[in-house]
């Protein structure tokens, strides 16, 4: 999946709903880290959350079991997401494009809250998700599907997939959407 013409701008604008200032830096911090590793990859924020391409709200999650889910809608993207244990990513849009994306973070889970380092891991995690990248299927990447208590930085595998993803704007400057060539990218 990628974005859509939204992208066409060379921007994505972003509006974080609720949240302590704590949560809300970590959220910014991740999505510093996405723009200044992606080459074209610019955020702004704006206040009405009916326009933001990506729309980040907070919640105490984690109180079910440990059990890890993961729901790729490729192809019929409407209504479809990623829902991982700590955090979840809505994503809307038809035909591979992505128009708009809602993310959710867990600020705290099983009766303790999380400090602003996994916060920001868990947003950098999510965010990936909204820019149209699913799980590295191996430990130790941002993408991967649990939760890596270490700093994880973004790869260049990531970047590479986020590029590849969104080839249409990113690689070759273009304005019409095209969804992705490739569904997966190696590492
Ligand atoms: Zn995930």
Redo the contacts with the bound molecule.
């Keep these: 999946m990628c974005l859509d013409n939204k992208f066409a701008a060379g921007q994505l604008t972003y509006t974080i709903i609720g949240g302590d200032a704590s949560p809300k830096k970590a959220v910014v911090e991740a999505l510093n880290e996405w723009a200044s590793n992606v080459n074209g990859l610019q955020f702004t924020e704006v206040s009405d959350k009916n326009s933001a391409d990506i729309t980040l709200n907070f919640q105490n999650g984690g109180s079910g079991g440990g059990g ?1 889910n ?1 729901v790729n809608g490729l192809g019929s993207v409407r209504g479809s997401g ?3 244990i700590v ?1 979840e ?1 809505i994503l809307h849009g038809s035909n591979g494009l992505i128009s708009s994306a809602q993310i959710t973070i867990a600020t705290a889970a099983f009766g303790s809250s999380f400090g602003t380092p996994l916060v920001k891991q868990i947003a950098m ?2 965010i ?2 909204a820019l149209g990248i ?2 590295a299927n191996f430990k130790g990447d941002i ?1 991967a ?1 649990a939760i890596n208590y270490e700093k994880v930085a973004i790869s260049s595998c990531d970047v590479n997939a986020v590029s590849s993803a969104n080839q249409w704007k990113l690689a070759n400057s273009g304005t019409a959407p095209q969804a992705p060539h490739l569904d997966h990218v190696n590492c």
Excluded: A, K, V
């Design positions: 890890h993961q990623h829902t991982d955090g990513t995690h999510e990936g998700h699913g799980h993408m599907p």
